[in-house]
């Protein structure tokens, strides 16, 4: 088909146009600051939304988003310890690990011989949410087993990384 000049020139125009809209699009991506980016881009590893949150604009914000989220998970964590209704027979966690005692966490991964393979700290919480609590598991990376994960690993902070050390 032969486009006569005046139509090229609509055409060009038009692209031009497209252009430009793209370009705003992409543009208002960018600039959205790190939280208001994961809440438009939700994946599953929330990673997408932090590409841009490290430049030095945002590294306070960022500083100070870290110590807030944390210590919410610490707290959501310590809330689902001492939870009785976690699981469907009355236990909490502290009953048998008081302030997260002989939990660990800095063992795992390792060899549990009741999953017959290397685990990780989450993959063992799920065992005993089923095992003595008689509850039902959370998926792995859920908001609940990364809390209580949180309060867990701060409660035994300090302690020298062992991977795969067998259970006492
Ligand atoms: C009725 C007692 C009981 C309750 C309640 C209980 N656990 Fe356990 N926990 C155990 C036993 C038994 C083991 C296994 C010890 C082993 O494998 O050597 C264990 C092991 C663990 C370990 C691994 C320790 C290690 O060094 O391998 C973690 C982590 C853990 N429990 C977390 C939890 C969490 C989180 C909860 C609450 C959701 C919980 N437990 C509730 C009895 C309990």
């Known amino acids: 088909m032969d ?3 005046a139509g090229r020139i609509m055409m060009n125009k038009i ?3 497209f252009l430009f809209f793209v370009a705003v699009i992409v543009a208002d991506g960018t ?3 790190g939280e208001e980016a994961v ?8 990673l997408e939304g932090r590409k841009d949150a490290q430049g030095p604009v945002h590294r306070a914000d960022l500083a100070r988003k870290e110590k807030r989220s944390f210590a919410a998970a610490v ?23 008081p302030d997260a005692a ?11 011989s009741q999953m017959g393979a290397v685990v990780s700290a989450q993959q063992f919480i799920n065992w005993c949410i089923v ?3 008689q509850g039902k598991e959370f998926h792995l990376g859920s908001s609940e087993l990364t809390a209580l994960e949180a309060y867990m690993v ?3 902070r300090g302690e020298a990384l062992e991977p795969g050390y067998p259970s006492p």
């Open 15 to 17: 692209i031009v146009l």
């Open 75 to 97: 707290a959501l964590g310590e809330k689902l310890w001492f939870d009785r209704t976690l699981g469907a027979n009355g236990m909490s966690c502290n009953i048998c690990h």
């Open 131 to 133: 095992i003595p609590l």
């Open 39 to 46: 809440q438009h881009h939700p994946s599953a590893s929330g």
């Open 31 to 33: 600039l959205l600051s």
């Open 3 to 5: 486009i006569n000049p």
């Open 154 to 156: 701060s409660q035994n």
């Open 102 to 112: 002989a939990t660990h966490p800095e063992t795992f991964p390792k060899f549990k």
